[in-house]
Each structure stands twice: as C-alpha cells, then as structure tokens.
C-alpha cells in the first residue's frame, strides 16, 4: 500500500514537473511563437487570479478587467512619466491594483450572488469609460505609447522578439502560482473553501466570512494587476480594451474551459483559450468567433470540470488500472 502511495506521488510530482516544461518546449520548438507564449502566461495569471475569486471563494464577477486593466496603466504611466524600472514598476501594480481591489470589496461584498454580478460590472464599466475619457492620462481609443523599460536586472534588454519578455513572465507566472498553492494549503485557504461551500454556518465556529472575502479580494485584485503590467511591459503598449467587458468575459470563459478551483485549471484553459483562438483566426478571419463558440461549449458540455477536470479523471483511470495489474 505504501508502495502505491509513493508511486502516486512520485506521478503527481512528476506530471507537474512535465506541465511546466512545456511552455520551455515551445519556447525552442517553435520559436517564432514565443510573443504567443507570452501572452499565454500573462492570460493564464489573469485566470489564476479570478480563480482565487471565484473557483476557490465563490465571489462572482463580470468585471475582473478593472484590476487587469489598473496594473496595465499603473506600468505604462510609470514608464512613461520616467520611471524605467519594471520590477518596481510591476510591485506598484500589484500594491495599487490590490488597494483597488480593497476598495471595490467594500462595495461588492455588500451584495448577494445576483448583486455582485451587477457590481462588478457596474464597476469594470466606470472603469472603462473613465479610461476612455481620460485622454490627457490613457490615451483613450489609441492607447498609453511611448513606454521605454530599463533592461532587466539591468542585464537583459527587452527585444522584439519576447525572449526576455518570456523569461520574465514565466519566473513571475510560477512564483505567483507556488504563492497561491501553498496559500490554499494553509489555514486560510482552508477558511476560503468553507467559505464557499457555506458561509452561513461559519459565525457559529466563531469565524467572520467577510475580512476573509475581503482580503482574498484584494489579493485577487493584485495578482490580475501584475498580469496586466505584465501585458503592459512585454509589449510596451496599453490599449484600452485592457479594460473592458470582453476582456473581462473572456478570462471567464478560460477559467470554465479548464476547470474552476484547482489553479491548473485556469493555466490550461488559459492556454488552450488563446491557442484555439489564434489558430482558428489564422484559419477563417471572418467565422472564428463561430467556430470558437462551438469549441468551448462542446467542452463544458462533455467535460465536467472543465479540461483540466477530465486530465485528472484520465490520469485517475491509468491510476485505477496500474493498482489492479499490481
């Protein structure tokens, strides 16, 4: 029996291990690919953060853009007002995005199931608009230019190409992802699960539920900030839909295609999102919003859990099979 249990272990590390060589794979293989790449990992962080939210916690929202978007300008306006150097500049984004976040939570955390899909989009709109309008500071329609970035750590030199920008994403994305693993493993990822399944019941062991939606907010928040300075300083632009309601649907849309509350699930439907979407609008300009749409509802159709939720029932499957041959 222990022998099985090592085993399973010993697969589980190293299936995780395969899954974050991957993206390196692709970085070699397919080289001309790499800027794809990048904005894989920069979409999948942005899935990773509202999986916090939503998969883990149980907090709605249609609005998650805003913070995605606050992070992209936080970026962009400290490199063009001057300030060049991106990891302080990516710290920023995350403190002034979580602080954003903080904010918001006071208000959307006031609301049940249906008012909190309302508010958040009530506030990605604001958001959106005021953007919009701000010309002076975003740029408006034609987005935040002229953004210049030290090379990192003063070694590496942000190229055309996206090999540091790769680099970079991928350290951040990881570090992000164990930050969050070990935080679900703890206490308070424990609370955020009970939460979730009933928040009801919680006053009676003595727990408040709403200081722990509230800073799981917050940090939800400012992991989608550094996904979008992240964005902001790959490709030294900021566009304004960084903050709209598509962006917002579409990262929802990734995290239901690769399962809700396991963390890998938002990289792999992240991933499997923009891969889809690019080969599709390579392959027909005009009819791949179509064929995208028929992709995503024969996976939440046939697949419970989303992609990731069938790799593990497969993997269960060989699992179940090696145990009886044994």
């Known amino acids: 029996m222990t022998g099985i249990l090592a085993n399973h272990s010993l697969g589980r590390w190293m299936g995780q291990g395969l899954f974050w060589l991957l993206p390196w794979v692709g970085y070699f293989w397919w080289p001309e690919y790499q800027l794809l790449l990048v904005y894989m990992m920069v979409m999948g962080l942005f899935a990773l953060s509202l999986d916090l939210l939503l998969g883990v916690t149980g907090i709605l929202s249609l609005g998650h853009a805003l913070f995605f978007g606050t992070g992209a300008y936080v970026a962009g306006l400290l490199a063009v007002q001057g300030w ?17 976040g903080w904010v918001s939570s006071l208000l959307v955390l006031r609301t049940g199931t249906l008012g909190q899909l309302v508010m958040t989009l009530a506030l990605g709109l604001m958001g959106y608009e005021w953007a919009n309008r701000a010309v002076s500071i975003t740029g408006g329609v034609d987005g935040l230019w002229g953004m210049q970035l030290d090379p990192l750590l003063g070694r590496w030199a942000f190229d055309f190409q996206g090999q540091t920008a790769f680099v970079y994403c991928y350290v ?3 570090l992000c992802f164990l930050g969050c693993q070990r935080l679900l493993r703890s206490p308070f990822g424990v609370t955020l699960r009970a939460v979730r399944d009933d928040a009801a019941r ?6 408040r539920p709403r200081p722990y939606q509230r800073r799981i907010y917050a940090l939800s928040a400012g992991l989608a900030g550094v996904a979008g300075a992240l964005l902001a300083q790959s490709s030294q632009f900021v566009a304004l839909d ?4 598509q962006r917002s649907a579409e990262v929802l ?7 809700l509350g ?4 938002a990289l792999v439907g992240a991933a499997v999102f923009v891969g889809v979407h690019d080969y599709l609008a390579a392959l027909s300009p005009w009819y791949w919003q179509l064929w995208l749409g028929i ?3 024969a996976v939440v159709l ?11 029932r497969w993997w269960q499957r060989v699992h179940t099979r090696q145990r009886r041959q044994q």
């Open 302 to 312: 046939m697949g419970r859990g989303g992609l990731w939720g069938l790799a593990q």
């Open 295 to 297: 992709f995503l509802v």
């Open 84 to 100: 060049h150097e991106p990891l302080s500049a990516l710290g920023a984004a995350f403190v002034l995005s979580a602080l954003l």
């Open 172 to 174: 951040v994305l990881l």
């Open 242 to 245: 960084s903050l709209s309601f």
């Open 253 to 259: 849309m990734m995290l239901v295609l690769g399962g």
């Open 262 to 265: 396991s963390l890998y699930g």
């Open 202 to 207: 919680l006053p009676a062991l003595g727990i």
